[in-house]
């Protein structure tokens, strides 16, 4: 679990291609702490496994599925990721509940700025639509962001200095492709409204029930 405030930016060093999988090592662009085998790491906002690593980078691998549902496969080296370790018990949560499993992708419409901020304006597959609510968060490249406007398959981000500067935001392009993750809250919310939807109950509140129970 990850809560969207990126860490710190980290460069493709290395990528091992292989039967539609990849094995990727990254060099963090900060003081690294020290990582654990196994732990969660989220790139880009995609929560990946540490299997190797030293005191200037460290491996994980990739799936097929990851690769097909994320822009990890169009990662080339020395391009630049936002990296976010996992969440700890009894940290601050100052993003929101982040799964690091991309729903997909979405893609830049168009960038204006807003004074000092950037307000980003983005595609993404309508079927997501009801998880995107206006001052809702989105996570978009694994960075957690406040949303200001939305509507059947878009939605817009003000994106302040501070956040443009500590991630990869400040370098992104209309036309760009980012990783799309919608808030985990609303996707339950809505898995438990479908069910409701397609077997509603029958309601025992009635004028009858009323005129016996409350005469």
């Not at 980003?120 to 597959?125: A, E, T």
């Not at 609303?186 to 509140?205: C, T």
Request: some cysteine.
């Amino acid at each position: 679990m990850f809560t969207g405030l990126v860490m710190g930016l980290g460069e493709v060093a290395v990528i091992a291609p292989g039967s539609g999988e990849s094995r990727f090592t990254f060099r963090p662009l900060f003081p690294a702490p020290a990582w654990i085998k196994g732990e969660s790491i989220a790139v880009n906002g995609v929560c990946l496994s540490v299997e190797t690593f030293d005191t200037l980078s460290f491996t994980a691998y990739a799936s097929r599925e990851t690769l097909r549902l994320s822009n990890l496969g169009s990662l080339c080296r020395g391009n630049t990721v936002n990296l976010e370790r996992a969440l700890a018990l009894g940290d601050r949560l100052g993003g929101h509940l982040v799964s690091g499993h991309a729903d997909g992708l979405a893609h830049i419409e168009s960038i204006r700025d807003a004074g000092a901020s950037r307000i980003i304006r983005v595609r993404f597959p309508e079927e997501f639509s009801a998880q995107v609510i206006p001052k809702g968060s989105v996570a978009l490249d694994g960075v957690s962001l406040t949303i200001n406007h939305c509507g059947s398959g878009f939605l817009e981000v003000n994106v302040i200095p501070e956040t443009q500067q500590a991630t990869t935001v400040g370098s992104w392009k209309t036309g760009q492709t980012l990783n799309f993750e919608t808030d985990l809250i609303g996707k339950y919310v809505e898995r438990m409204l479908q069910a409701w939807k397609e077997s509603p109950r029958e309601s025992r509140l009635t004028m009858d029930f009323l005129r016996e129970n409350l005469g």
